[in-house]
């Protein structure tokens, strides 16, 4: 089984940056894809960027397309989101999530909040 703890989350002004981390560990880190989501008060879980296992391809949300950078070290477990230019609409619980050929976990979030 896979735990994934996530870390850098924080208080920033809009236009500021932050940068998040997944830390894994159990598993084989380099099977899984592993994807970034994120839950703002009120609305429902949404796909903020994710990168793939093996060649490593990455997809982003429109909203994040162009601000936000993801990678990921399997050498060290880990897989960050650079977070550039965030705006207030941004805020949320960002959770990582990795998956392997339908198997899923979760890490229990990390709190975004950016400020106008």
């Known amino acids: 089984e896979v735990q994934l703890v996530e870390s850098g989350g924080g208080l920033v002004q809009a236009g500021g940056s932050l940068r998040l981390s997944c830390a894994a560990s159990g598993g084989i880190f380099d099977d899984y894809a592993i994807g970034w989501f994120r839950q703002a008060p009120g609305k429902e879980r949404e796909g903020v960027s994710c990168?793939?296992?093996?060649?490593?391809?990455?997809y982003y949300a429109d909203s994040v397309k162009g601000r936000f950078t993801i990678s990921r070290d399997n050498t060290k477990n880990t897989v960050a989101l650079q977070m550039n230019s965030l705006k207030p609409e941004d805020t949320a619980v960002y959770f990582c999530n990795a998956y392997y050929y339908g198997l899923n976990y979760w890490g229990k979030g990390t709190l975004v909040t950016v400020s106008s």
């Open positions: 990168i793939s296992s093996g060649d490593g391809s990455t």
